[in-house]
Structure formats: structure tokens, C-alpha cells
């Protein structure tokens, strides 16, 4: 073929002036990517703890545990999420998309599990992201969560309700156990409906499988103890009027 | 209720962007046709057809593959920054066109068809919507993966020099890509995957050069440049 | 060339059949879209909500069902005799119609719907465009997997008479179902874990039972019906 | 009851098409019995023994797949119009019987086995029982993976004009097949082996010519001829 | 050559021992069959149906076994001291056959169906064709299996005996099987399902007594013995 | 049901008997079974270094490497396989083939592949039986080695007899990978023909692969060699006469 | 040569690691037995056999384990700081060895088996060879396991006082397990079962609570004991 | 309370233990990014430039490497013997190193690197932590796969006597590992490629002997010097 001499002295230095472009855009790029995979899984790792203190609830200690978390959640957001707000906030929400997804998607499962308890809602995405504007530079487009890490984030949530239920029946909390339960199965019902648009619903498919499983549990535990319960009634009032086992309030019974 | 609400607002936006994925997958398809033509053109190369005439046949298709591309880029207007949203929906469609791209330049003018130029052929250099870096990159792998195999059609059809040049510019390419940091993903496979072609075509240097089969002029200049 | 010439051929019937399994699997997707929404709505069955309103809902759908297994019974009239060629492109979506279309039945009547009348509600009765029976039997199936859960949920809504009519009717399923000499395949693999519904309903009408909680006339029947 | 004459009457048709299925792998065990002899006097092609002795000894299998065909033919008589419902228990074994007979006639004429010529060879040239497409393809692709083993073996018992020989064809075959709009499958998988198979054989080919080992007359056309 | 004299030979022997197996098969399949109908029968006991009607309508089959085993015997006949060459195309519908027995005879005595006690059943009782004891002892954890089941539709219809007496007969067996030293194997993981199977009739009798079920005298006798 | 007290009584007593016996034959056999394991791991490890010891073989040393291979193969029948033998003799040699197989394979192949190293020739499964013969009681049924683990043994041996071939054509003995290359192949063809009707082929048809991947090595490591030989020839007899590079006997060039 | 010297070395050190891990494998299976053992005394603990009778009898092989363990610390020994080396030869085991001291720990003194307490037991209180801390606690988690069957079985035997004791137990052990951050390995997963255990025993203590058949004494502790 | 303590204990333990894997993994990333720079300077080697300025840029890195073994094992000292516990998270890059430190010994002084001498490079000659023999016979295969192609380089270069020196030191090489009775593992599969790198050296050898490129005088050299 026709390469000639001269031109090739010129082309292999603009190679190297070309690569040396690209290095350097590799670099930067990879740098970000290395530091937004940190602060992900920072926000994983302390986020999961939130949860974990979210466990620690029994039927006493409800609002101690629970401020605990939110001030945990508080420091999650302003200490880690701010820290991925501000590498992302501009640009590159999707191409780095899967460097902070696994930290996001923990995230939204903690703070979802603290709305929660808290108030029995849905906390909304529009209220999560929200509550991330003001980690952003104003002149900046602020990071905003996306549906999909949410919605996949909402997937996990089902699966620590269901352990939350099973510990709440456990403490006698029969109401909270069914409230959950009809949470988690209108959470599963609309996402049913969702799944097949999502982008890549591959890994939504598989967690809406462990999702039934845990929808399940939680109504076998809620009918074990509904039918255990209700062999209580005939006892009533007889041999042990003060009992509150199970947590039913002394009044209902 | 309130969930219901939310979960219907999802519902719209997530079936407008998979509507508008499906445009996109539309117009990929049809890149993907357009280089599989393309590319049936130029394997005529390894019969040592000549090369202008290969070429020719080659470029016709290039306007196409830059109206189908603009294409693209309209749709993805539609949808500020959410490019890499979609990205994958055609990367693929572009590494091939670039390795098709670089082979006929690199047949053309023993060059490397940089990012810019490849941009330009495409009509990719506005602002909003480039080739990626990235996708250049596997697509330059993908065309080192050719060189080999012509190589060998090239001595096989007594055409001696073209090791030599081939060696002297795929080792210059293989220490321009060591230059990157890459990580343990698909480029950093492709790009360990040169190294194999750089060693057979240095082996088929070799084969030649043993066989005082390269001309003589040549292994002059040879010997003051390398030895 | 003659070879030339085989391989266009080749091409214009692999476009052909390509194209004709393109419009199937769009349909296909259609129907799984509707059964879906069907799903969704009956899934409100577990939440104790009145049977009517949820079959009501449901059933709204049937009519788009019927409407989309017309036109693969269009398409594949195109073809004659290669019903079988395509059929695995829209089984799945089938068999899940079948289970949904069976389960509003069971909750309607108390009965299995049978195969006949799951091709009438589909307009399959035609001739050369049936359900086919494995595809039937696959979807009753389904329709079993969902019957422990359901009862689950009744007796925590305080419908204590649900367990037993569910052991009554699985248990006459199941045995119809042993009946036939099934090959070790999905089909088989489906029937298996029928055994497995059938213990579950009958732990839950064991639970319900011991503790008193059925009413007393049943208890009474029980002794004298049981077939 | 109406279920349990449901159930029977499925049981019936089940062990039909049970009982059916059966004596088609019957047949097809034959095939692949049949196939197997012959291959293993093909093998004998690599250890340089003369062609005709070679193909004398497999051909006398021939009639023999003929009749076993007629039978399938036959058996598929029985259920007009499920062709495609059991098709996939003969279809490795008609892969395998094109591979040889294509290798066959490759080594006889050097030209490729035509789909017509396959359909004759095998009796099945009626309407209703044919040689599917795919699997004719499929078989060629088999075939061509047996060439680089072939060349290498003649090569090294001293026929150094077969390389050239098997390049020109590969290269056609290859070359052909790329007008075809392959599906994602099973098919395209291994013509995408084929690419492989052409670049061994162009290595070999090239091994051959560097040493001047190739006659000098063929070198001599090579220049004009090179179609 | 004596390489090929050696294979011919091979080849020959190997069809043999094939052809044998496909007749040990055949009637292995036939077993197969008549155990489902067997099972079939038995099934009734779950709806409460009377312990002797089921069992009669079960015993019938019990000569068909018989004279099924006695001809696996003599097909083994023929091929001396290669009984566990083909032990393992008849073990599976032996370990049900086993499992069937032994529930049927639990039914009956209470007492468990002893190995020799089954053998006897099924004319195994030669000295060259007897029933393996790992098949025996794999059939028994298969009849435990059946007794959570089992125990449960007891008391749902009202047989509150039934448990205390499971558990005993359990306890015991487990006990027994404790004996043995296990192997990592198939009837290892079969028997750690056993104990799964002790607690759940555990339970089942938990209920019953905790609620006072139990007939007073039983209960007397109890304390005594147990408590 | 209908069980009364003092059947159950026997009961016990009986299943208590009849589980000593089943124990006392279990322990029995596992404990046969034991040792089989440990005499088939035993004679592996042997055979395999046997193979490695014929694999120490090159051009000059045959003789003396080969000796020491079949005096350690003797070793191996005589302390490893007359184990075997002992504890089989008489019966179960299929009951616990799976048992004892992997050791039998090797020594196949290290038997077996000593034999075509010093003979050319295939070691049938009669001879190698007929070996083992003196090692038996002559009162008992003898062990022989069944013709499936023959088989599977020889398929193991083209994978042996492909690393001896590149090691001979390294060495320059061409002939002695060619005679290699045509008996593997040979094997192979006649294994094609047998493989289906093999009692559980699943194992062998894994083995064909990875054979015929073998033999297109050898096949590819002569074809290199052979043609790079065919350039030597128009140098013949001028440079270098007594060269004898390649192992290519000095009268043949 | 140098260079043989070394590989000779090598030969040597390789062979030696082999045998070692051998010898362990041998040690690991002694053990396996005598863990055996011990569970089959402990068994009868269900049964409501006296406890001190029950625990003689398994404590007569810690012993046994004890000097088990003595041989695996001196095979390790013989390589210094290798001890995770191999490490997996012998974790299964210990983990079911920790599982029963626990349990027997539990019966005995109604306290947790401290992990100080298991390394004495079984004398790995040495600095070089100690029980690996996630073993211990897998193996506590086994032992909760055993729990809930336990309990129903007191309870059947008229032991109403049990399940206070134990739930009071589980729920500290539970609690004090929540205090790990635990990854999402095999431990985390044995954790979450711990849950159900709980559960079960909880609704245990229920059955009984609600009868009124724990002791009134008792009750009153409770109030003051347990919140 | 003490159990709490004991797990206040473990959750330190646990999160100690994942954070020291942490660290070792981010040294062994350095150790990555080292190797990377040294195996850049090295590939000049194929360039044919001199062989001392080469080795003196990439012998610059040794030190830093130095350094973060020596980190490693400052980080191992925290654990003592649990060396084989992390040993995974640094090994990979281990045998980087030595195949590079392996290959400029031999560049440099035409031996092997021993493995006492990469220990002392590497500084890891101390008791407690010390360079693994595996991970250094692994380190060696892979360079030995570097020189068929530094040989072949070397030849089109001009340097007629590197191959015969190559052959040599393989051929020693190999002949060292055919000592050690490898198992089936990862080195055994690396020391079988091992013979692929001899065959094609020698190969290289054969063609400039027989070509009469080789110096005369070194042929008589040959039997003498070379060690
Ligand atoms: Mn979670
Ligand atoms: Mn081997």
C-alpha cells in the first residue's frame, strides 16, 4: 500500500498528540468514575447501617430508634450524598450511571424505610430530590435521583419490611405487621405494572421475584398469628385480664 | 392515592422513553445494514483487488452512515443530556463503523484515522452529540484485528512490503494505546488482544525478512533506522 | 452464479420468515401487556376486596385478548402448517392468559375452567388456530401456584370456609392431573410442584380446623359429604 | 365428571403424540447411527488416503439415510401440518448428514452441495417433507470446519496446491453467506465461525507460498486468473 | 489389524450390555406405571377415605410388581454378576415401590415393612436377585415423607390419635437410622430430611395436646410412658 | 389407625433388629468402599508420576527414561493395583466401579502409554488383564478392568501422547510424532464409532472433544514442521552435510 | 545445576504441602464422626430424657474433639503461619462441633457459650491455633436452630416453663447478633434465619401463655425479668 | 452484659478484618500500576534497542515495588499468620512482578532469577513473609511466553545468535519443571504452554541454522561455553 515515508514521521507524532489527548481524558474520567465509586459505596455502607439501626426498633424504644436513624440518614445525605452531588453535579448523571447506582439505590432503601416507620407513606422521589437541591451548586443542573435507581432502590425496600414485619410480629405489633403487609403489596402490585419499561429490567425482574417472596412471608406470619389471635377471644377476660401479649392495646381486647 | 399518582407519572415517562428507545434502535439497525455492506466491500481487500477500487466501492456508503447518525443525534435532542442513557443503544453499530473507517484510511493514506477526523466523517462535531472516546478506541482495536489477516493475503500475493509498514505502525499504535490507563473492562480486552496481532504480524516481518524476500532499497534504510 | 443466486433466494425466505415472526412477537408483546394490567387488577383479590368488583375489572380486558389471538390467528394463516414453527413465540404470553382467565373462573364458579371454554373466551375455536392443550394444562398450573396464597389471605380476612373448598378442588385437580403420562419436561416440572400448593392449602385448612375456627354446619356436611 | 372426561381425553391425545414423538427418535437414533459410519470412513480423508477410495466407502450409506428419511417423511404423514411441532428431534441429526454429504461432493467436484442437490440425494424433494433452510446452512457450516483440518493434513502429505483451492472456495462460501440477514441464533453463531476457518485456511495457503512451495504454473495463473 | 479386531470386538459387547439395558427399561418403565396407579389409590387416604378400601383397591397391583421384578431377574440372569452394571435403571421405581409397601403396610400394622418383609413382597428373595439395601432404606425415608402429610388431614378429620403415634413410629425410626453410618450421599440427604418430617409431626401432635385433644385414656398411658 | 401396643412393642424390638443388620452391612461395605477410594487415589498419584517420568524422555535418554517408567509401573501393578485386586476379588466390581475408576483410567494410560512408547504398538485390554491375573486369589472370580474404563482410560492417553508429540518434535524426532499423530487418530476414529454405545457416555463424549482438539495439535505441529523441513531440501548438501538438526537422519538428507 | 537444585527444593516442598493437607482431610473426618456422636446422645434430650443423663453422655467425647483438634494444631504447627492456608479443610466441621457445646452449654447452665469458653473446651487456647470467631458464630447459629423443636417438645412433655426461658434467651442472643455489621455472606444468611427461630419459640410461649398454663409464680418473675 | 461484650468484641474483629483486606487491595493496585510502567520500558526490547538502557529504566521501579511489598507485609504483620488468609488479593500481581524481574535477570545476565534472588529483590526475604513458590513458578512460565516473540524481533533485527542462546535456556528451563510432579491445577496448565514457547524458539533456531546465518565461530562456542 501507498504510506510514504515523510507522511508517516508526521502521522505517528500526531498519534502521540492524539493519544496524549485522550490519556488525559481517560485519566480525568476514570479518576471521577474511582471517586464516585467511593463515595457510593460510602453511601452504601452507611446507609445499610441506617437500616440495620432501623432493626433495632422493638415496641418501646419506636421514637428513640427512630430519630437515632433519621439523624443517621441526615448525616448519610449531608456527609456522602453531598459528596457524589458535587462530583456528578453538571454532567455525566448517566454515563457514570453505573458507578453510583449500587450507593443510590441504598440510599433511597434507607430513606424510604425511615419514612416509613415514621409516618406509614411513601416517601416520594420528587421529596428525595428535593431534599438533595441545596447540596447543589445553584448554578449548576442539581444531580437528581432517576426513576430507575428509585424504583430499584424501592425493590430492596420490600425485602427489609419484610424483616421489620417479621420482628414487629415477633413484638407483638400485629397492626404494623399488616400495615406493612398492604404497603408491600401495593408497592408490588404498581411496580408489577412498571417493571416491563424500565430501561434494563433485567435486574428488576430478578428482585420482583425475591419481592413476592417477601410479600409472602409476610402474610404467612400475619396468618399464623391471625389465627393463633383469635383462639385468644373465648379466654377473654378470664384468666388474665391485664395481659398485652402481642401488643394489642388492653382496650381492644 | 398519592403512590398511585407517582407510580402513573413513572408509568408516562418510562414508556416515552421507551418509544424513544425504539427509534433509536430503529435507525442502529439500519447503520448495522449499512456497514454490513460496507464491510462486504472491503473484505475484497484480502484478494488483492486493488485498493482504489476497493475503496471507491467503500466510500459510497459513508453519506448514509452520516445522514443515519444525524438521525440519531435529532432524536437524542429531544432529550437533553440524557446521551449516555441511550448510548448503548448504538454504540456497538459505532465501533464497526469506525474500525471500517480507519481500515480505509489507514489503506488510504497509512495513517490513523484520529478521533477528530472520524468525527468529521461522520458529521459528529457538534457540540451536543460526539463519538465517544471510548467507542473510538474499541473501534481502532477492532481494525488492528484486520491487520493480520492482511498481512498474510498481501505476502501470500507477493506483495513483500507491506510487513514491514505494518509492524513499524501497529507498534506504534500498541505503545500510543499503552500510554492510556485503562481499566479492567472492555477496551482494556481488546486492547490486550492487539498485542497478538502486533506479534504475528512481526512474525510474518519476520517470515519475509528471513527470506530476504523485502526489496532492497528498503532493508537499507532498514539498517541505518533500526538495526 | 448458482450459488449466488441459492443464497439470494435464502435471503428473500429468511427475510420473509424474519418479518413474519417481527409482527407475531409484536402482538405477543401486546398480549402480555394486557395480561399484565389483568394481573395487576386482580392481584387486589389478595387484599380481601369483593370478588365481583375485582372479576369486573378484569374482565374488561378479555375482549383486547380475544381481539390479539385473532390476529396471530391472521398471521400465522399466511404460513399454513407452520403453527408449530412459531409457536414458541407467543406460548409463554398464552399460558398466562390461560392461568389468569382460569383463576377469575375458579373465583366465579368454584370451577375449573375447562379447555373448551378457555378457547371460547379467546375465539380459538376455529379449526387450524387452537389453545394448545399443553399450553392449557401449563397455564392450570399457574393458575395453582396462586390458590395457597390466596387462602392464606382469606382466613386473615376471617373467611374461615375457604380452606376447605380449596382442598376439595385441588385435590380433584390433582388427581385429574395424575392421570396423564407426562414427559420429563416443563410441563412435568409445573404438575410436580401442584404437590406442593395442595400440602400448603392443606396446612392452612389444618390450621383453621383445629382450632374451631370452621362453622359448624360444614363440620357437620363434612362428615356425611366428602364424596 | 366433565373434568375428569377432559383429563382422559388429554391423556389420549398426550400418548399419541407421545407414542408418535418416540418413533421419530427411533428413526433418528438410526440416523445418527448411519451418520456415524459414514464420518468415520470420511475421517480417513486425513490420513491421505486416495479420494475415491474415501467417498466409495461412505457412499454406499446413502441409500440407506434415503430410506430412514422416507420414514420420518412418512411418520409426519400421520399429523399433517405439525411438521415444525417435532422437527426438533431430527434436526441435529439432518445438520450432520448435510456436513457429510457437502464435504463429500466438495471433494469430489470442488463445488458446493446446492440445497436442490441435498433435498435429491436425500429423497426429500416432495411438497409436504423438505430439507429446511436452516439446516442446510447449518450443515455447510459444519462443513467448512472440517477444512483448515483438511488442508493442513494435505499439506503435510505433500498437495501444496490444495490450499489455494480451498481459499478461492471459503472465500465464496464466506462471501455468500454474508448477503444473508441472520437472526441472532444458533446459525449465525456458527457462521461467525466460518471467519476463523477462512483465516486458518489463508495461513496455511500462506505457509505454502512463502517457502515456494506451491507449482510454478499455478502461480502463474494466479496472477491472470484470481476471478 | 488387531487394534481394529480389538474395537470390533468392544463394539460388540457394548451393543449387547445396550441392547440388554433397553429391555431392563422397558420393564423398568411398565414398574413405573404401575406404581403411579398405585399411588393413585393411596392418595384417597389423605381425604380420609377408610384405610382398608384404600389399601385393597392397592394390593392389587402388588402381583403385577411381581411379576415385573421377576422379569428384570431374568434379564439380569443373563448377564451374571453384572446386576449393579444396571442396578441403576430400575433403583428409582424400586426406592417408590419400596416407599408405597412400606406406607400400605404402616396403614395396616402400624409396624414398619422390614427389608426382608419387602423382599418377600416382591419375590426378591433369590439369592442372586435381591432387593439392595440402600434402595430399601432410601424407600423408607420416601414413606416418611408422606407421614407430615398424612398426619395433618388426620386431624383435620378429627383423628386426634393419629399423632402421638406417628411421632412414636418416627422417633423410633429416626432413632434407627441414626445407627447407620452415612455416606455423603443421596440417602444421607434423604434421611436429613427425615428429621424435618419428625418435627413437623412433632408439631402436629403439640397442637393437639396442648388443646387437650387427645383421648383421656391415651393421654394416661402417655404420662406413664413418657413423661 | 389401628396399631396397638404390644405389636408396637415388637416393632421396635424387630426394626431395632433389623437395623443392626442393615448398620453392620452399611459399615461393612462403606468400609470397603473406603478403602477401594483410598487404593484407586494411591494408584492415580502413582500412575500419574509414571506419565511424568515418560514425559522425561528426549532423544538420547529413551531407553534408560522408559525402563525406569515400566519399573515404576511395575511397582504400581504390584503394590497399588494387587491392592485393589485383593479388596475386589470375587465380586462388586461394578457396585463400586465409581469407586475405583479414576485409579483404574490412569493406570490405563500410564500402562498403556509406556506400551506405545517402547513398542509403537497399543496395549489391549486382554493383555493388561492378563497382567492382572497373577495378582488374584485363583479360587475367586478375578478383577478385571472393565472394557469402559479401558476406554476411558485410552481417551485420557491422547492428551498424554499430544504433549509427548510436541515434546518429540521439540527434540526433532518428526518421524516419532508422525508415527504418534496417526495412532492417536486411528484411536480416534475407532472411539467415534464406539462412543454412543458406551453405558454412560456422557463423561466420554467430553473426553472426544478435548481428543480431537488433541489430535488437530499434533496434526498442526507436523504440518509446521513439515513445511519449514521442505525449505532445507534445495540447500541440500551444500552448507552444512553433516547437519543432523531435526533428528532427520544425516543419510536421509 | 543451581537451577536443578532449586527445582528439586521445589519437588520436595510441593509433595510435602500435599501430604499435609491429606493429612489434615483424615483428622477433619475423625472429627465428623465423633460430632456425630455426640448429636445422636443430645437427640434424645427431645424425647424428654433427664438432662444430666443426656449431657454425660456427650460429654464423654469432648475429649475425643479435644485431642482431634491437638492433631490438627500440630500438623499446622509443622507450617507456621499457614493456618488459613487450610483453613476450609477443617471449618465445617468445627462449626457443628461449636453448634453442640453451645447447645449443651445452654442446657447445662441456660447461658451462652462464650467463644474463650469454646476455644478451653476444646483446647485451642494456645496463641497460634485458635477457633476462628465467624465458626463460632455459625455455630451458634446452628444451635438456635435446634431451638424451636426443643421447645415444642418440652412442652408436649408438660415443661410449660420452658419457653420463657428460652425466648428470654434467643431474643439477647438475637439482639446481641444484630449488634454486627454483617456482609452479605453465608453468616448474614444464617443470622436471618435466627429470626424464625425466635418467632417460633415466641409463639411457643404464646400457645402456653394464653392457656394459662405456666406456673402463677413465674408469671409474676416475668413482669419483673423480662422487659 | 458478657454476651454483649463478647459481640461489641466481634463486631470490631469483623470490621478490622474487612478493612485490612481494603488496604492490602489498594497496595496490591499500586503494585498494578508499577508493573504497568516497568513492562512499558520493557517492550522497547522488541524495538531492538540496546539492551542496558531498557533494563536501567525499568530497574528505576524496582524500588517503588520494594516499598510496597514492604507495605503488605507491614499490613500482614498486623495479623500475623493470617498471611494465607489475604494471599488471594496480592498474588495475581506477584506473578506479574516476577515474570518481569525474571525476564530483565536474563536479559541482563542470560540466567535464571532464582527464587532466593526475587526475594531479595523484592525485599521479601524475612521469616514472616516470604515470596510463595507457586506464585514464583507461575511468574516464571509467563515469562517464559515472552521470548518466542523477543527472539523472533531479535532475528528480523539482524541478531542471528539470540535464538540458539534462547533454545538453550529453555530447553534447561523445561527440562527443571519436568522434575516437579505437578498436580492438575493452574501452574501444570502454564507449564504445558510452556512447550509451545520451546517448540516455536527452536523453530526460530532451525530457520537462521539453516539459512547459514549464524556466526560460524559461535557454533564451535556452542558445546563449550553457555554455562
Ligand atoms: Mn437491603
Ligand atoms: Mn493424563
Known sequence: ?253 | SSVEKQFEEFRLQLEASGSLRERIRAVSMEIESVTRLMHSSILFVHQSRPVPEVLEKAKVQIGALKELFHRIAEIIRECPSQYYRYHGDWRTETQTVVSLLAFMHWLETGNLLMHKEAEEKLGLNSSDFGLDVEDYLIGICFMSNELPRYVVNQVTAGDYDCPRNVVKFLTDLHAAFRMLNLRNDFLRKKFDGMKYDLRRVEEVYYDVKIRGLTTTENTMDDNGAQE
Open chain 1, 1 to 253: 500500500n501507498s504510506a510514504k515515508k515523510p507522511r508517516k514521521m508526521s502521522t505517528s507524532s500526531a498519534m502521540k498528540e492524539g493519544f496524549v489527548k485522550y490519556a488525559q481524558y481517560l485519566n480525568e474520567f476514570n479518576d471521577k468514575r474511582e471517586r464516585v465509586v467511593k463515595a457510593s459505596r460510602d453511601i452504601t455502607i452507611n446507609s445499610k447501617k441506617v437500616i440495620f439501626q432501623v432493626h433495632r426498633i422493638s415496641k418501646d424504644n419506636k421514637e428513640e430508634v427512630l430519630e437515632k436513624a433519621e439523624k443517621d440518614l441526615a448525616a448519610v445525605t449531608d456527609q456522602y450524598m453531598s459528596r457524589l452531588v458535587k462530583e456528578l453535579q453538571g454532567t455525566d448523571f448517566w454515563k457514570l450511571r453505573r458507578a453510583y447506582s449500587p450507593g443510590v439505590q441504598e440510599y433511597v432503601e434507607a430513606a424510604t424505610l425511615c419514612k416509613f416507620c415514621k409516618t406509614g407513606k411513601l416517601l416520594n422521589l420528587a421529596e428525595i430530590n428535593a431534599n438533595l437541591l441545596p447540596l447543589s451548586d445553584p448554578s449548576q443542573e442539581p444531580l437528581q435521583i432517576n426513576v430507575l435507581d428509585y424504583l430499584l432502590g424501592l425493590a430492596d425496600l420490600t425485602g427489609e419490611l419484610m424483616r421489620l414485619a417479621i420482628g414487629r410480629i415477633s413484638d407483638g405489633e400485629l397492626d404494623y405487621a399488616e400495615k406493612i403487609c398492604s404497603f408491600v403489596r401495593e408497592i408490588y402490585r404498581e411496580l408489577t405494572l412498571l417493571v416491563p419499561n424500565m430501561d434494563d429490567n433485567a435486574e428488576m425482574k430478578k428482585k420482583m421475584e425475591t419481592m413476592l417472596q417477601s410479600v409472602v412471608k409476610i402474610e404467612n406470619a400475619c396468618f399464623s398469628v391471625h389465627v393463633r389471635g383469635s383462639e385468644y377471644v373465648p379466654l377473654l377476660g378470664s384468666s388474665d385480664p391485664g395481659y398485652s401479649f402481642l401488643g394489642v392495646p388492653d382496650v381492644e381486647l
